[in-house]
C-alpha cells in the first residue's frame, strides 16, 4: 500500500532555507519518478520539481536555481532543499509518483502534505 508522508514544513523567513523530505513506503522508488507539487486554496496543484530514477532533474521555472530535489533510494526518502525562499512560496507542498514527463500518477492518493510560511 503507497505512503506518502511529507515533512520539514514550518516558518521561515525571506531568503532563508528549508528542507522538505518525503518518506516513501515500499518499492515506489525504484518503480516511479517522483514530483514535489505544490497547491494553494482554490489554485491548482503545480508541478515544482521532479526527479526520474536515473537522477534526471527537471524545475518549474519558478523555482529554478533556488529548489533541488534529490532522492535517497537506499532510505526510500526523497528531499527538496528551498533556498532563498520567497514569500510567494508559502502553500502547503506534496509529493507524489510522476511519469518520467512530471504528470502525477493518477492515483487515488495524496499524503497529507507540509505547510511551508515565508514570512518577516
Known amino acids: 500500500q503507497l505512503q506518502l508522508v511529507e515533512s520539514g514544513g514550518g516558518l521561515v523567513q525571506p531568503g532563508g532555507s528549508l528542507r522538505l523530505s518525503c518518506a516513501v513506503s515500499?518499492?515506489?522508488?525504484?518503480?516511479?519518478?517522483m514530483g514535489w507539487f505544490r497547491q494553494s486554496p482554490g489554485a491548482q496543484r503545480e508541478l515544482v520539481a521532479h526527479?526520474?530514477?536515473?537522477?534526471?532533474?527537471n524545475y518549474a521555472d519558478s523555482v529554478k536555481g533556488r529548489f533541488t530535489i534529490s532522492r535517497d533510494n537506499a532510505k526510500n526518502t526523497v528531499y527538496l532543499q528551498r533556498n532563498s525562499l520567497k514569500v510567494e512560496d508559502t502553500t502547503v507542498y506534496y509529493c507524489?509518483?510522476?511519469?518520467?514527463?512530471?504528470?502525477?500518477?493518477?492515483?487515488?492518493?495524496w499524503g497529507q502534505g507540509t505547510q511551508v510560511t515565508v514570512a518577516s
Open positions: 507524489h509518483p510522476t511519469s518520467v514527463g512530471g504528470s502525477p500518477m493518477p492515483l487515488n492518493y
Open positions: 526527479i526520474t530514477k536515473t537522477g534526471t532533474t
Open positions: 515500499g518499492s515506489i522508488l525504484s518503480i516511479f519518478a
